[in-house]
């Protein structure tokens, strides 16, 4: 009778304990498919993540991570580029690891829209890292992040061009935890930015040396 091997001995919350570490979902796909008892180690362990990121990933809708079923099907064909639309986003966001985010990443994927954003972020409520750079999201995505992530400290606007002052502003009023913004890329005004300054002083505007002065603002700009 062959032997049980060493690891094989491993409880399973030890296991899932471990495979917790593992940042790669092409390598938690792999894990997945040792055994039962790794499959069910790999749910265990996605289900106490706490960040999310699909860079350097190519993966489209049906390849995407299906985490609240814990069935794996991930492709690394390329390191660069990710397909993922707002249905992928919505299976996504059924996990049961959603509520317990505290950094999710979305950058570049441009397949994208505020419908697919709000579904996620509606149920991201711990969240307090979002990177949505390079996508083509609206005021109606800040909006619903204004609303469900109290606890947001920083985020990336990199080149979001469809986002406008005013979703900036509820966006600053509401997550009274935000310490950083990088606003790169985008097309609101330079006293837009006074104007959030004026709100919180001690906002980081990114990127630095922007030539922001809060003392320029005649008037307090409206608080939404």
Request: with cysteine.
């Amino acid at each position: 009778m062959e032997e049980e091997a060493e690891i094989d001995r491993l409880p399973i919350d030890l296991l899932a304990y471990i495979l917790v570490m593992i940042t790669s979902f092409t390598d938690l796909a792999q894990a997945s498919g040792v055994c039962r008892k790794w499959k069910q180690g790999v749910k265990q362990a996605l289900a106490r993540r706490h960040t999310l990121s699909f860079a350097g990933c190519k993966m489209d809708d049906e390849q995407a991570p299906p985490v609240s079923e814990s069935a794996f099907n991930y492709s690394s064909r390329s390191r660069w580029g990710c397909q993922i639309t707002d249905n992928g986003l919505y299976q996504i966001s059924l996990a049961k690891c959603v509520s317990n985010l505290t950094s999710v990443s979305l950058w570049g994927m441009t397949g994208i829209t505020d419908k697919g954003v709000v579904q996620l972020i509606t149920r991201a409520n711990s969240l307090k890292h979002l990177n949505i750079g390079g996508t083509f999201i609206t005021d109606e995505s800040l909006s619903a992040i204004a609303h469900s992530c109290p606890h947001l400290k920083s985020i990336v606007l990199w080149s979001c061009r469809h986002v406008t002052e005013s979703g900036l502003f509820v966006l600053v009023n509401k997550c009274r935890k935000l310490g950083s913004i990088n606003v790169w890329g985008t097309r609101v005004s330079l006293d837009c930015f006074i104007g959030l300054l004026t709100i919180r002083p001690a906002l980081q505007i990114k990127p630095q040396g922007l030539p922001l002065n809060v003392g320029a603002v005649a008037t307090m700009l409206p608080v939404v």
